[in-house]
T-cell receptor, first 114, second 116 residues
Framework: DSGVTQTPKHLITATGQRVTLRCSPR?????VYWYQQSLDQGLQFLIQYYNGEERAKGNILERFSAQQFPDLHSELNLSSLELGDSALYFC?????????????FGPGTRLTVL | QKEVEQDPGPLSVPEGAIVSLNCTYSNSAFQYFMWYRQYSRKGPELLMY????GNKEDGRFTAQVDKSSKYISLFIRDSQPSDSATYLC????????????????FGQGTILTVHP
């Protein structure tokens, strides 16, 4: 158990809908990362927050948004869902959020868009 | 072309074999090199990391980085059935004041099966 929690574990929804994925980092970690894992693209970085502020952005679609709250938990919002958004979404956390700072991954949320 | 290319496998070896996993990359800014292990239906967990070129050993695992060739390897000695998992290489760059902080770029992953 990495200490990072993600809810829900599974999510099944329809195209065009909006969902929110939630992540609680390990105690003491200030940085949260979101990654998307799919069979064709592999594990891809979406976005990083550090202590409530956006730190880095990757291949995140405009339909996706995220935020980190004062209690350091984070939410990833996915809207106007498409079939291609079906994937595993991982949250990771680290203490400092610098170039090498071990990232601990949560168990992931499996999103299925029908 | 992807920034990080990883031999896709899958790889199937007998117990006790030496396993070699490899990745190549194109971004010269990468300075931190990691190997993650991911069991089925779990999140990735860090196995080893290396800064810049060189070797690092931890028990049955050895990580090698050759920055001149932009090539990294993970060797597993005396492989065990419990090593059966997907192995992902990952890299990050240190860019002061830039937008690369913390971002990991992963290879596609190699599925390894060690059979008794």
């Amino acid at each position: 158990d990495s200490g990072v929690t993600q809810t829900p574990k599974h999510l099944i929804t329809a195209t065009g809908q909006r969902v929110t994925l939630r992540c609680s980092p390990r105690s003491g970690d200030l940085s949260v990362y979101w990654y998307q894992q799919s069979l064709d693209q592999g594990l891809q970085f979406l976005i990083q927050y550090y202590n409530g502020e956006e730190r880095a952005k990757g291949n995140i679609l405009e339909r996706f948004s995220a935020q980190q709250f004062p209690d350091l938990h984070s939410e990833l919002n996915l809207s106007s869902l498409e079939l291609g958004d079906s994937a595993l979404y991982f949250c990771a956390s680290s203490q400092r959020g610098t170039a090498f700072n071990e990232q601990f991954f949560g168990p992931g949320t499996r999103l299925t868009v029908l | 072309q992807k920034e990080v290319e990883q031999d896709p496998g899958p790889l199937s070896v007998p117990e006790g074999a030496i396993v070699s996993l490899n990745c190549t990359y194109s971004n010269s800014a990468f300075q931190y090199f990691m190997w993650y292990r991911q069991y089925s239906r779990k999140g990735p967990e860090l196995l080893m990391y290396t800064y810049s070129s060189g070797n690092k050993e931890d028990g049955r695992f050895t990580a090698q980085v050759d920055k001149s060739s932009k090539y990294i390897s993970l060797f597993i000695r005396d492989s065990q059935p419990s090593d059966s998992a997907t192995y992902l290489c990952a890299m990050s760059a240190s860019v002061a004041g830039g937008t690369s902080y913390g971002k990991l770029t992963f290879g596609q992953g190699t599925i390894l099966t060690v059979h008794p």
